[in-house]
């Protein structure tokens, strides 16, 4: 069998509405007006407003940074476009590719596909929804792959120049002020009203002063303010909301665990010699009970006092239950976006104690093990041809949406 497109949550409108109308005659009509609605239309496929406060839900899960609505509605617009390609050239996956597929991207969060879709459920996201996330994108690769895969191959002259240009090759820096609010759940609507307004001020003095009061960062004593960082310390999906800020501009807030983060671009600057960007990297989290508290903060500083590379902490955490030290090796993606910011502004050996978990009430002392460069002595050929082709399929995928975009028609109602 195979799992052709078909309007999306089509099977789920009907049946929530079924179910309501069952429920309560008089409020069907009314509840199937705001939640199924069309809130966009796209060619005349319409996107429901219930499909964005599921996408949104989605990548608040997946936390996604900016603002998610705007992100959500993108997203969304994007795979109307997509879905009328693949089934203008008549692509279909299996039921089963599917599922393999669902079931990769579950394993990503280290979790079995039931596991990942029980975690959905719980934060409102339905499987359909997933299902359907995964089927449009899974499908877009392939189709793409197929349709340029004979004008996206990479010559052994381009491997070449890519190793050649990988030492000499200019790279950017940024210089950022930073703020982290604290937002355990009995003060999350709180922090996000304080993020909402930060990220609308374009003074640096302004922002130096909200960090002063509400960062729960050591940079706070600083204003917020770090030193200049390669933009590959960062993590990738963070990158482009960086670079296309002016200076003075403030990110929309960036959900993190029990935390808003916010970003002020200070400055972009170009050097000679690029950092390489990490195919891999290895930290280690050592968690504290007590959360920020000041018995919290006092023993991660004892801890900190007594380590000075990750191979130390099996000494601290001897004798404590094995999840209490966990070491992961991780390509930069999938690194969580809180402990990945974290990590952008240490180097091997250095550490960090402001991220919690288990809703504030367990510190996570972060530790820097090392970074794996993505190109140096030795690299593979493959991985670089491969990466070369991946970037030119991307070009190619973009090149094709801008055009599917302006042949469209979109109406926001």
Known sequence: MTAHFRPLLRALTVATAVATAALAPSLAPTMATAQFGPAITVNGDVISQYELSQREAMLQVFRTPG?????????????????????RAGLSITDEGLRTAMAEFAG???????QFITLLGQQGVS???FRDFVLINVSWRDYIRSRYGDRAQV??????????????????EVLLSEIIIPAPPPQAAQARATADRISRLTSTAAFEAEARRVSALPSRTR???????????????????????APGEVTAPIPITNGVALFQMRGVREVPRAAQEPAA?????????????????????RVDANVDTCDDLYGIARNLPPEQLERDVLPPSDIPQDVAIELAKLDPGETSYVLTRANGETLVFLMMCGRTPA?????????IRNQLRSQRLGTFADALLADLRAASTITFN
Not at 67 to 87: F, G, H, P
Not at 108 to 114: H, K, Q
Not at 155 to 172: F, K, M, T, Y
Not at 376 to 382: A, I, K, L, N, S
């Open 108 to 114: 990503r969060a280290n979790l079995e596909l039931d």
């Open 223 to 245: 204003g917020g303010r770090l030193d200049w960082l390669p933009i590959t310390n960062y993590p990738p999906a963070l990158r482009g909301l960086l670079l296309d800020l």
């Open 127 to 129: 499987e359909e929804t």
């Open 375 to 383: 190109l140096g002595e030795g690299q593979d050929r493959d991985a």
């Open 281 to 301: 990297i290895e930290y280690a989290a050592f968690y504290i009970p007590g959360g920020l508290s000041d018995r919290g903060l006092r023993e991660a500083a």
């Open 155 to 172: 010559s052994e002259a381009e491997i070449d120049q890519a190793l050649g240009q990988a030492d000499a090759s200019s790279g950017i």
């Open 67 to 87: 603002n998610l609505a705007d992100v959500a509605r993108e997203q969304l617009i994007e795979d109307r476009l997509k879905l009328s390609e693949l089934r």
